[in-house]
């Protein structure tokens, strides 16, 4: 069974704070990628990586940095946070990219920015 | 760009009723891109229930079922008698490959409350 975990569960921070989230995928695949979902949108893609110090750009990368550092593991960083990144961010994981490739979600983060 | 819209939610259903999401896509490069209907339960992430990779065709699992039509451009989430543990957060999915990535793009998601 595929296994992707996230931390942390819940996070606050205060505008222009900085934020690091985690994720951890155990699933042996390529590719990870993060995305944030808010009331009244699907899941938008920030960054994805498809393999260890790769990282490309997705859909709504502005006010965001990843880096991958294993196979593993998937950092979303968020330097001078704002507002409007309170948001629900998922990380997910496939294992080689395909148009029919199944992508496995962690449990989601959810960050409020004051 | 391309785009997914399902129905807007809550939807509530009685339990052994019938359901059906509506879920239609726009697609900009390609003409027969996948379709996907994921679904998150309470606390947990996304999972896959059902993906159709060739118009026409039906998929199913778990009792949920959706047809690829390419005529309507739709991908509507059925399931002939619902379950309370069918509660969940439901998303439709496009994917096309965009240099060699999977881009998958989503509805925004339509909750489902089964009263049992």
């Known amino acids: 069974e595929a296994a992707v975990t996230q931390s942390p569960r819940n996070k606050v921070t205060v505008t222009g704070g900085n934020v690091t989230l985690s994720c951890r995928q155990t699933n042996s695949h390529n590719y990870m990628y993060w995305y944030r979902q808010d009331t009244g949108h699907g899941l938008r893609l920030i960054h994805y990586?498809?393999?260890?110090?790769?990282?490309q750009i997705g859909d709504v990368p502005d006010g965001y940095k990843a880096t991958r550092t294993t196979q593993e593991d998937f950092f979303l960083l968020l330097e001078l946070a704002s507002p409007s990144q309170t948001s629900l961010y998922f990380c997910?994981?496939?294992?080689?990219?395909?148009?029919?490739?199944?992508?496995?979600f962690g449990p989601g983060t959810r960050l409020l920015v004051l | 760009g391309d785009s997914v819209t399902q129905t807007e939610g809550p939807v509530t259903v009685s339990e052994s009723e019938s359901l059906i999401i509506n879920c239609t896509y726009s697609?900009?490069?390609?003409?027969?891109?996948?379709l996907f209907w994921y679904v998150r339960y309470p606390g947990e992430g996304l999972q896959l229930l059902l993906k159709?990779?060739?118009?026409?065709q039906k998929g199913s699992s778990r009792g949920f079922e959706a047809t690829y039509n390419k005529e309507t451009t739709s991908f509507h989430l059925q399931k002939a008698s619902v379950q309370e543990s069918d509660s969940a957060v439901y998303y439709c999915a496009l994917g096309e490959a965009t240099g060699g990535n999977n881009k998958l793009t989503f509805g925004q998601g339509t909750v489902l409350s089964v009263i049992p």
């Open positions: 997910a994981s496939s294992d080689w990219g395909g148009a029919e490739d199944t992508q496995y």
């Open positions: 990586s498809y393999g260890a110090g790769n990282l």
């Open positions: 697609a900009t490069s390609i003409a027969y891109p996948n």
């Open positions: 159709v990779i060739t118009a026409g």
